[in-house]
């Protein structure tokens, strides 16, 4: 009965490659589509910029209008959101599945709060903090918050019984019990939430900046839709997506690293 | 061959005296586990057999400690049992290792509790993981194992404890029988080589047979000590002993006793059954 393994090592082959490459594909034809379109006369090239100019607006708006900066700044502001919901938004979680009076108190009105628009509440943000970057931090905190919370209280309540009781035939303390086991177990589901939590940030964020026309990639999507610069304007979301995309890449490292490491 | 249910002896290590566990429910109390008592001497295997509904798993879990009782008392080497206690070493019959901790970080989870150094328990959990055979997937983690492994996974950080019993609920039930049977060979020899004094709560007639010294079968509802059978095959045994004639003439035994079980189980729940959607369509 004895069985022996190795341990498997991965190779870059075309095989592991073919996703990745697959999707760049898709979004590279999509572009040549539109491209064509547009060049046709299918499309208006003043509803839609054609994606050369987009591209060739890059050089452009990082020289003349500061897109660095401001990618620092939404990034930042972003940050601090993704940070601020992650610490509360999980204490939340294990205290209101610590405390049922809680849970049944407020999940209520957390999961309402998760579907509210509270991006429309930013006039009341800006009197309690002023016009400056903490009112764009806070509205991305507060709309990012409901659904960490959520899912930390489905995380924690959903570990199997089997694993608590392991702990408890080992006699664990229940601090031992938390740390070695429900959280452990509820970590994947805890970072579903922190996903859905810094995308709802990312969009109040860059949302508020456009609205309250403080600074960051919003303010100047919002200066350049003004403007009708449409290429710079569709090059300056880009920006919003590389946020979006070094966000995820950062959580997901985190997940792995908090997953399997010891 | 057989004998009435003796009461515990003075040289047992795990002493079940008397136990009594009661559960309201909306139809009243039902009594799950109605005055066992019986006795588990040092390096013994020892298997409760009994019909679906006869109490086994509460037991498990009074013995285990993490379900109280109504009456009686649970001890190890005289230390009355109030709860979870290191002396007995719990294997569940759902798939329970920790998703997130490689093979070696699972079966180390005892020693690390105890506070034992990284190193000196990395190479302890590796002595038990090769004792369950699973040399060469230290680093693996459960879900690029089978459920076979998995459960020896579950098996070892029970060893790795070091407990005076080792106390199992249908660990193989979730198993193949071909799995089950080799599986079982397992653990008998790891039972044999560390004496390891041993519980085997199953419904499984051959596995109780294959593995066991004396075999407890308990009543349907409520769970008593119908009989207990003492299981004369030689050892060490392996699955082979399955083929021979005297393992048929106890399986056959064992089955006479819980055929009476079994239909008044199944009686039970047809009865129960029937009244339920009589009152349902009432």
Redesign the interface.
Same mark, same amino acid.
């Given at each position: 009965? $004895?069985?022996?393994? $190795?341990?498997p090592t991965r190779r870059f082959t075309l095989g592991n490659a073919l996703p990745a490459l697959t999707g760049v594909g898709t979004l590279v034809g999509f572009f040549v589509i539109v491209e064509l379109l547009i060049q046709t006369g299918a499309l208006n090239r003043f509803i839609v910029p054609p994606p050369s100019e987009i591209i060739a607006s890059f050089p452009r708006i990082i020289v003349e209008e500061d897109v660095l900066g401001r990618f620092v700044l939404t990034l930042t502001e972003c940050l601090t959101a993704g940070i601020m919901l992650t610490v509360v938004g999980v204490t939340g979680g294990v205290l209101m599945q610590r405390f049922k009076l809680l849970q049944q108190a407020c999940e209520t009105w957390v999961a309402a709060l998760a579907s509210a628009p509270v991006v429309l509440c930013y006039p009341l943000f800006m009197v309690i903090f002023g016009r400056n970057a903490w009112t764009i931090i806070m509205m991305g905190f507060v709309a990012g918050l409901p659904p960490v919370i959520l899912k930390t209280l489905e995380g924690i309540s959903g570990t199997?019984k089997?694993?608590v009781?392991?702990g408890?035939?080992?006699?664990?303390t229940p601090s031992?019990q938390f740390w070695?086991?429900l959280f452990?177990?509820a970590?994947p589901t805890i970072f579903v939430g922190i996903r859905l939590g810094l995308i709802f940030a990312l969009i109040n964020v860059v949302g508020v900046e456009f609205l309250i026309n403080f600074g960051g990639l919003g303010q100047l999507i919002n200066e350049l839709a003004e403007r009708y610069d449409l290429a710079g304007t569709y090059a300056a979301i880009c920006f919003v997506v590389l946020v979006s995309v070094l966000f995820f890449m950062a959580v997901e490292k985190a997940e792995r690293w908090l $997953?399997?490491a010891? | 061959m057989t004998a009435p249910a003796p009461q515990p002896a003075n040289n047992d290590i795990l002493v079940v005296d008397d136990v009594v566990v009661r559960f309201d429910t909306p139809d009243g109390t039902v009594t799950a586990v109605d005055h066992v008592s019986f006795g588990v001497r040092p390096g013994e295997f020892l298997s409760v057999i009994g019909p679906s509904g006869c109490g086994k798993s509460t037991l498990f879990n009074v013995i285990?400690?993490?379900l109280g009782h109504t009456e009686g008392v649970v001890s190890v080497a005289g230390v009355t049992i109030n709860?979870?206690?290191?002396s007995?070493?719990?294997v569940?019959q759902?798939?329970?290792t920790?998703?997130?901790?490689s093979v070696t970080?699972n079966v180390a989870?005892?020693l690390e509790?105890v506070g034992m150094p990284k190193a000196q328990r990395i190479e302890r959990a590796r002595h038990f993981i090769s004792l369950v055979?699973?040399?060469?997937?230290e680093?693996?983690?459960p879900n690029e194992l089978s459920g076979g492994?998995r459960q020896r996974v579950s098996l070892a950080r029970t060893l790795a404890?070091e407990p005076k019993i080792l106390l199992m609920d249908e660990p193989f039930a979730a198993l193949d029988e071909q799995t089950r049977l080799?599986?079982g060979?397992?653990v008998l020899q790891i039972q044999q080589q560390l004496e390891q004094t041993t519980l085997l709560i199953t419904h499984n007639i051959t596995e109780a047979v294959q593995m066991s010294d004396r075999i407890l079968v308990m009543t349907y509802r409520p769970g008593k000590v119908k009989r207990i059978v003492d299981i004369d095959l030689p050892r060490p045994r392996t699955s082979e002993i399955v083929g021979s004639e005297a393992f048929g003439r106890y399986v056959a035994q064992i089955w006479a006793d819980l055929r009476e079980e079994a239909s008044r189980g199944m009686r039970d729940e047809e009865d129960h059954m029937m009244h339920h959607h009589a009152g349902g369509a009432s």
């Open positions: 009965m $004895t069985m022996t393994a $190795t341990t199997r089997v694993l009781n392991v408890r035939s080992f006699n664990l031992q070695k086991i452990p177990a970590l $997953t399997r010891e | 285990g400690g993490l709860g979870p206690h290191q007995i070493g719990m569940f759902e798939e329970s920790f998703p997130w901790r970080d989870f005892p509790l055979g699973l040399d060469g997937f680093n693996r983690y492994m404890s080799l599986l060979d397992k």
